[in-house]
């Protein structure tokens, strides 16, 4: 009975842990989806960037439904609510590893998806000034955090050194080879300076970046899963062997 009283244990602190995570994950996609939407929806985001928002939402609320099962199960001694935990931490187990090999696969189409949507935002207009001001406040923000200029290019503004744009668009290198790597050159009223590469190149290496480390977080929860998953079996296992019943 110490050893079930251990399993039992880990469980519980585990779920508890999870239960909180997932309780976060929810509150912050819907502080997203709710807070947030009206200062967002002013811009014309294609709603493939809503995604996240709804995937992080629904991570959460099952996250809640799985250790809430866990937890009681293991609590409780109920042998339903922990194999309703076992299962369904093995489907999201599943969903994961198929969702780090999509990863993988289609990891060398993030430039051509961003570049689609950053077409698409620019479909109904000639240039990035006909924008409204917020949205070019917004944009003119990604292009000083990124060091760009522009979507898919830096035409996209019609005038990348006019007033609006000319403060995050002027490529301010000395060094003449890092110029020639990370700008464009750029005539400007005959004379030829340098503007920064469009920030479809860079917007695309900041979500590889960050995939890598999703990647490495699904992992590590991969791994935790995992260990919850024979925990719950060995215990359920016990109680079949001690009590004779049948799975």
Not at 47 to 63: D, H, K, R, S, T
Not at 168 to 191: K, Q
Request: proline share 2%; with cysteine.
């Amino acid at each position: 009975m110490g050893k079930d009283q251990k399993i039992r244990t880990m469980l519980i602190v585990f779920n508890v842990i999870f239960w909180i995570i997932g309780a976060l994950f929810l509150c912050a996609g819907l502080t997203m989806r709710f807070e947030y939407y009206r200062m967002i929806r002013a811009y014309p985001i294609s709603e493939e960037m809503y995604i996240p928002v709804f995937c992080l939402m629904a991570l959460g609320a099952y996250l809640m439904i799985i250790t809430f099962c866990g937890c009681c199960g293991a609590a409780s001694s109920n042998k339903c609510m922990l194999t309703t935990f076992a299962v369904l931490n093995g489907f999201m187990l599943l969903v994961q590893i198929v969702t780090a090999i999509l990863m993988l696969v289609y990891g060398g189409q993030i430039k051509i998806w961003i570049g689609d949507i950053f077409e698409r935002q620019l479909r109904q207009r000639t240039s990035l000034e006909r924008f409204d001001e917020r949205y070019k406040s917004f944009l003119i923000f990604w292009q000083e955090h990124l060091t760009c200029c522009g979507l898919n290019s830096k035409d996209d503004w019609r005038d990348p050194l006019g007033s609006e744009a000319r403060a995050t668009c002027l490529c301010i290198f000395d060094d003449t080879t890092v110029r020639d790597r990370e700008c464009l050159p750029h005539d400007d009223n005959g004379n030829t300076v340098y503007v920064y590469k469009p920030c479809v190149d860079e917007f695309s290496a900041w979500v590889g970046e960050y995939m890598w480390i999703i990647g490495g977080i699904l992992l590590a929860i991969c791994f935790l899963e995992i260990v919850a998953i024979i925990g719950a079996c060995m215990l359920l296992r016990r109680w079949r062997d001690e009590e004779g019943y049948v799975m």
